[in-house]
């Protein structure tokens, strides 16, 4: 092809074709290609040499240990149910924190609003890391708020039921506490999107039809703002059902979420197949239902 | 009890936000079954008179009372007034018949009760067959039609229409102010309009109150303040008119003679009360109220110019007559006959006469 | 209306009571003089003279930053182009796989994308050859392949805001679709860009699960180094770095404010200086 013919292509369909496949072809190979391993992973078998996997042997080419046991073995069940346990209700938590948050953002003067949401957002940007530390200050036996909320404790109840200090860390509190903590940004910045989008005159118009502001609340806000509520419910919890910081920093080592049990199986035991067949099932059960309700959302969003 | 309660009896009413005073001191009567609009320029305080009727806003001063019933600190849904939101402000996630509907949920009716209601909604505007859409999925009009009938579903002693037209295109526009009129008259609900467009403001009211900076310059029928302004505010906002400062020579046997310089001579008019000799004052002129011809006509008021500028509509004319003082006139004339050169209408720097009834002239103190 | 909002003003004032609280407290704990960390023994700053003298911190601090700078410039171009992408051609084979690829990894639990990564490294090098060892091209790799779907949304979605009718001027008036991507639709979303490289920047430099499934000996990043110390406990000096790294942001959050504030009331002052004018 001589230079004239490459220029023309590149001017009429070429420059298009780059743009579409330099960051295609970078996510077919650095992030679905992984991936499929993982999943290839997953129906092997754990072997002691390196890397700690093969094909076939003993068991037929596709073993579904890894699968069989995630359902049957008490600990990789009882991680997923914690993890989703814990994951629910730091969801419905940062839910019941965050809407009012995010009502009130809509509600103050101009001025203010924006100085608030770069406090909401400010967290966002200091280490997350971090953030999961500072609570671990707080929550610690001898800590200031340890002992206020100790004191607080021990002034209220009868004098039996005093303790030495309030036993925060290392319990699955600590980990739904500092889930809301961390994730309650990723909540109320969708809430506050869809709901500062709300015409004020369909508040009017529902006082001027006589419904009480609660009345109102109830018929026109909360309906109009349930995509925000499911944004924001699926960005809380399907990171947080996945959390390996959190748990392993402030949680109780002796009910393990799922996230530390995929991360032990692959480093300490060295057992792949068994962590890859972990990895896929929460995959399925976390990006499942987004991918289904995304789905639907664009549909529905195309009759209109 | 004295002379019959007015059913809307706006009293002294002001609205000031921080140092803007929206509505001063505004007092108005309305009577039941009226259309009644407030008409007048954007921040004219028309809007926020409305908001202070529908309860979103409450007054600094004054009181309003509707039905004998003071309407202070009543909230907004408690107030037997709705209202039709410029924005029509209907519920997107809910059907037009919910939409409707919404209202009755705090009426103490049976379902079957509130089901008819709708019904008997949906029949007066016309959308039985789009009961069951959502509002994004129905055109402008339709959305007009929802909105007016939601407002009426609780039958309110008042409905109050912000800009109830504006939304709408010319034509649709048209059609809807008979709708409108025409629904006023089955419901019997008397409407307060408010409105930025004047045609609209006469075709549709029973009375217009014309506002400006918080004020109300003037109330009366459609026809009062077309042709009886009471100020020159009004005079200029409603309809086209051309004004001259005058000062008065002389009054007599009810009758004015004003020396005019811009038109270049004396002008008859009607007598004014409250004027005196050698007072200054405004003598204004609607264009249609001015007769324009070749030759200069009996009688008082008339005046040589040369035409400047000539619209022609077909069924009349629009003159731009440019007159000896150098002041330009606008008149109106209809083009009534058809024919020969005889009858030929003045054309572009014909010499012309411009004459006018000395009824027709308005005269303000101003 | 002015109605009062007493539930919804105090559930403000608890949930950034919430936010805050914690964070002072370890800026306050920074400058105690005690070794134990939950027990006040003065004032000192002791603390920051031993973590700027402590030659690990530096160095996995400037690995961090390099790594954070490569990857958000690299992440930057790759997700702008995939959000131009995305935005203007509506139809390409492949097109609804390439939208899934671009969420997945939003979504995707940390840990998954760790340990898929390091297989895939893993058996690249049986495969391959490559990588002969982990580190940062590892670790660079991996990041930009997390934090470009960041930049792709912020693109796509400023590009779904921007009027088409700009582009399809420049065009008539001759220029080539990637010249008009070149000289318009760059320059447009520019802000949305830059927004998207900051973001990027910062999620490289916090990321601690996906980089310490990614790295080899010898590459400790801060964010690692920190995981390791915090795994043991609470202590000063971490209450120390983590002051200083939360200020920094802080002073940055604010500076950004303030400029864009002033930009605000400029392009405002401007408008009515111009209306003024007109009228």
Known sequence: MDRKRLALWFDRKGWSDILILAPYVWLLLFF????????????????????????????????LQGYVRTVADSLYFRAFITSLVSAGIATVLCLLIGYPMALGLTRVSRSWRNILLMLVILPFWTSFLLRVYAWMGLMGKSSWFNAGLTSLWNDIVPASWAVEFVPMMHSNFAVVLVMVYTYLPFMILPLYASLERLDPTLDEAA??????????????????????????????????????????????ASSPMIGRVISDQFSAARDWPMASAIAVVLLVLMVGPAVLYSHFQAKAEGSK | ????????????????????????????????????????????????????????EEPSGGKIYLDGRDMTGVAPWDRPVHMMFQSYALFPHMTVEKNIGYGL?????????????????????????????????????????????????????LLLLDEPLAALDKKLRERTQFELMAIQARTGVTFIVVTHDQEEAMTLSDRIAVMDKGEVKQVGSPGDIYEFPNSRFVADFIGSITSFPATILARSEAQL????????????????????????????????????????????????????????????????????????????AVNASRGGEASRAPGWDDQVWISFDPASAIVLAE | MKRRHTFLVSMLAFGFAFFYIPILSMIVYSFNESRLASVWGGFSTKWYVSLFSNKQVIDA????????????????????????????????????????????????????TGISSLMFFIMMAQWIGWPEQRGFSTVTLSHITFSMVFVTTIVQARMLQSDRAIEEAAMDLGSKPWEVMRDVTVPVIFPAIMSGWLLAFTIS???????????????????????????????????????????????????????????????????????????
């Open chain 1, 32 to 63: 679905l290609l992984p991936f499929i391993i993982v999943v290839g992973m997953s129906v092997g078998t754990k072997t002691p040499t390196a890397p700690p996997i093969s094909f076939g042997g003993d068991y037929p080419l596709i073993n």
């Open chain 2, 105 to 157: 949920k705090h009426e103490k009716l049976s379902p079957q009760q509130k089901a008819d209601r709708v019904r008997e909604m949906l029949e007066l505007v016309q959308l039985v067959p789009y009961a069951t859409r959502k509002p994004h999925q129905i055109s402008g009009g339709q959305r007009q039609r929802v909105a007016l009938a939601r407002a009426l579903a609780r039958q309110p002693k």
């Open chain 2, 257 to 332: 003679r004003l020396s005019v310089p811009a038109l270049g001579g004396d002008v008859v008019a009607r007598d004014v009360p409250g004027l005196s000799e050698g007072q200054d004052a405004t003598v204004s002129i609607r264009p249609e109220k001015l007769h324009i011809s070749r030759d200069r006509p009996e009688g008082a008021n008339a005046f040589p110019g040369k035409v400047k500028d000539l619209a022609y509509f077909g069924k009349d004319s629009l003159y731009r007559v440019v007159l000896s003082s150098g002041a330009l006139v606008q008149a109106h």
């Open chain 1, 207 to 252: 006082l001027d039809l006589g419904s009480k502001p609660w009345q109102v609340f109830l018929d026109v806000t909360l309906p109009q703002s349930i995509p925000g509520i499911i944004a924001g419910g699926m960005l809380v919890f399907i990171p947080a059902a996945g959390e390996l910081v959190i748990p392993t920093l402030v949680g109780d």
């Open chain 2, 1 to 56: 009890m004295a002379a019959a309660e007015p059913f809307l009896r706006i009293e002294n009413i002001s609205k000031s936000f921080g140092t803007f005073q929206a509505v001063r001191n505004v007092s108005l009567n309305v009577e039941k079954g009226e259309i009644f609009s407030l008409l007048g320029g954007s921040g004219c305080g028309k809007t926020t008179l409305l908001r202070m009727l529908a309860g979103f």
């Open chain 3, 205 to 279: 430099l916090d990321d601690v699960v996906i980089t310490s499934f990614t790295t080899g000996p010898g590459s400790t990043t801060l964010p690692l180094l920190i995981w390791s110390k915090v795994k043991l406990g609470v202590t000063p000096d971490i209450n120390a770095l983590a002051t200083l790294m939360v200020s920094t942001v802080a002073v940055g959050v604010a500076i950004a404010g303030v400029v864009m504030n002033r930009a605000e009331r400029r392009r405002q002052l401007d408008e009515q200086m111009a209306f003024r004018a007109n009228g």
């Open chain 3, 61 to 112: 601090l400037m690995l961090s930053l390099e790594i954070a700078f490569v990857s958000a410039c690299v992440a930057t171009i790759l997700g702008t182009m995939a959000g131009i992408a995305l935005a203007r051609f509506t139809k390409f084979r492949g097109r609804l796989l390439f939208s899934g690829l671009v969420t997945a990894p939003l979504i995707m639990p940390e840990v998954i």
